[in-house]
């Protein structure tokens, strides 16, 4: 034997390195991971039942879609993408996720209202007795039947979502007639002495809660979870797809988690003085949330207009200024909170969106006030009412500190049709604010102030240089956040582009309206109101539902949904969609 020793070589085994999700499998992973927070969210208007015992019935309405969700979207989730490594969404791929979160998201919570309707619908809650001192009142305004008196059809039930979703505030739900009475709440800490007046139907808590969910998440944005739990890139694309202008610090997550702690921290803050104020903590939460998320929602059918009338008119206006502020911080930028709680004040208010606000309050806010000098002939009451609806129309929250003053559609349900119920100066100004909409990166809708100011100094600019001579090449400077940059032509043509998208919108969508038979102003109205999230209706989309004319209302949710995801998101969708292939297939075709 020989005495070499035999050499055995090594061979070492590197694990190779996991394949990175990506492509549809990523997509309908982070889809996965959206849908259980849609379950979840769903699931929260169940803690209602633990102080609203007479809203039992609707137990699974919510428990159903959520569980539903929730199950989805665990299988999805965590058979594509948990604990695995995520590779990045195309741009295609971002814009297609970001079109489902919002479709499912108004499908999935859309389904109470469908059960409500096709389960029962008002019968839920007929012949329900409403406690008062001394008197007993019971809701008889639907007649008993099967389901030829069910409220919420399909198409109702997405209109309800939609507006939620998209903090329009615009709602279907009905209304009936209480008598004078003082009227217990909020198991009966708290008493509201009324007159006769119009309140929704009873024993809906469960809904209110839901609506008001809806758009404080609408608002604030819906990604925003998503985008914080995705990868970097492929998150802060989302978040910038959906509308914001920028993340507040390095980290999405921590954004996130700043954007939302800021709302939650002015949410109970509105909470706490409306408390004071003598209203009790169920109306206080979901009249804060709605207000900061600029929705409009109310859990009472005057909207803010009801606390003068139940309180007091001390009180009612103290309401009023909560709700304002609440309204005002909504419309100012997420970017500008987080530099005032910085202390960088320079930064905060030295941005020429500040002074876009300040030439619209110049001209808008004395329309306001000769409007309803006119109408009421009281000058305090002129200036009060003026404020508040003022910010109410500019930051497209909806709510109203007056009783109902706007034209009605049918006079059989509503009363006549008189389009001088509210003067002219004022009625101009409610229908140019909430195009104009509030600070770019807030809650608010419409245009934004971003785009307003470009589209002035555009046009001032121009008009400029016209007269100066043509060698003259000038460089225009914009203060922003405390400093003077120079203007990016590419923000003015922005501008101009958008405006012109968004006045072709309200112009086409409200041309079907009045094909149709209804009133040019009103279409307007009405059609400018869904698509700025404002929220104000002259009663067209109600009195389709009663009459059966769905395809109005679902005019109202194409224009609803279109605002919210600013227009060109859709069109930029579909065009890219067209350039990858014309065939929604070739995009995932990996060859």
Wanted: aromatic share 16%; glycine share 10%; with cysteine.
């Amino acid at each position: 034997m020989s005495d070499e020793t035999s050499t055995i070589d090594t061979i070492s085994f590197e694990r190779l390195p996991e394949k990175r999700v990506s492509g549809p499998r990523l997509l309908f992973g982070y889809l996965g991971l959206f849908l259980l927070f849609v379950g979840g969210m769903n699931a929260l208007p169940l803690l209602t039942l633990t102080v609203y015992h007479g809203n039992a019935y609707a137990w699974w309405y919510f428990l159903l879609p959520a569980a539903l969700s929730a199950g989805l979207g665990a299988g999805l989730y965590f058979g594509l993408l948990y604990r695995k490594p995520q590779g990045r969404l195309s741009k295609v791929e971002n814009m297609t996720l970001l079109l489902l979160v919002w479709l499912l998201a108004i499908f999935v919570s859309g389904i109470p209202y469908w059960l409500w309707g096709r389960f029962g619908g008002m019968n839920a809650v007929k012949d329900v007795v409403v406690d008062a001192d001394g008197l007993s009142h019971v809701v008889s305004a639907f007649e008993p039947g099967g389901k030829s008196h069910a409220y919420y059809y399909f198409s109702q039930a997405m209109y309800e979502s939609t507006s939620g979703f998209s903090s329009s505030g615009l709602t279907l739900l009905p209304t009936v007639t209480l008598p004078e009475g003082t009227y217990s709440y909020n198991l009966g800490l708290f008493r509201y002495a009324t007159e006769a007046y119009s309140e929704f139907v009873p024993n809906v808590e469960i809904f209110f809660f839901h609506r008001a969910l809806m758009s404080f998440t609408g608002g604030i944005g819906l990604v925003l979870i998503l985008a914080s739990a995705m990868n970097s890139r492929s998150g802060f694309q989302l978040y910038l797809l959906e509308g914001h202008n920028d993340r507040l610090l390095p980290n999405l997550l921590q954004s996130a988690r700043m954007i939302f702690g800021m709302y939650c921290v002015y949410i109970l803050l509105g909470v706490l003085l409306l408390c004071l104020e003598g209203v009790t903590f169920f109306d206080a939460l979901c009249y804060s949330m709605a207000a900061v998320s600029t929705g409009g929602f109310g859990t009472h059918a005057t909207s803010v207009a009801f606390f003068t009338r139940a309180l007091g008119t001390t009180r009612g206006i103290l309401v009023e200024l909560t709700v304002t502020l609440l309204m005002i911080l909504g419309m100012i930028s997420f970017i500008v909170h987080y530099f005032v709680l910085t202390r960088k004040f320079r930064k905060a208010f030295r941005h020429y969106e500040f002074y876009v606000f300040l030439t619209i309050f110049v001209l808008f806010y004395p329309m306001m006030v000769y409007g309803l000098y006119q109408k009421y002939q009281n000058v305090g009451d002129a200036f009060r009412f003026g404020l508040f609806e003022f910010f109410s129309y500019l930051s497209t929250s909806g709510f109203s500190s007056v009783d109902s003053y706007l034209p009605v559609v049918d006079a059989q349900l509503y009363g006549p049709n008189v389009l001088g119920s509210i003067p002219a100066p004022a009625f101009f100004a409610m229908i140019i604010l909430p195009i104009l909409g509030g600070f770019t990166g807030s809650t608010s809708g419409g245009l934004k102030m971003n785009r307003v100011g470009d589209l002035f100094l555009g046009l001032h600019w121009s008009l400029k240089d016209a007269v100066e001579r043509k060698e003259v090449i000038t460089t225009h400077y914009t203060e922003k956040y405390g400093e003077k940059v120079p203007t990016d032509k590419d923000d003015l043509t922005d501008a101009f582009t958008y405006l012109v998208l968004y006045l072709s919108t309200i112009f086409l969508l409200a041309s079907v309206l009045m094909l149709t038979g209804y009133d040019p102003q009103l279409s307007i109205f009405e059609v400018s109101s869904a698509l700025a999230g404002l929220g104000e209706s002259v009663g067209i989309g109600l009195s389709a539902s009663l009459s059966g004319q769905f395809w109005v209302l679902w005019v109202q949710i194409i224009a609803m949904f279109l605002g919210r995801l600013e227009i060109r998101i859709v069109i930029y969708f579909f065009k890219d969609l067209t350039r990858s292939g014309r065939n929604f297939r070739n995009i995932y075709v990996r060859r």
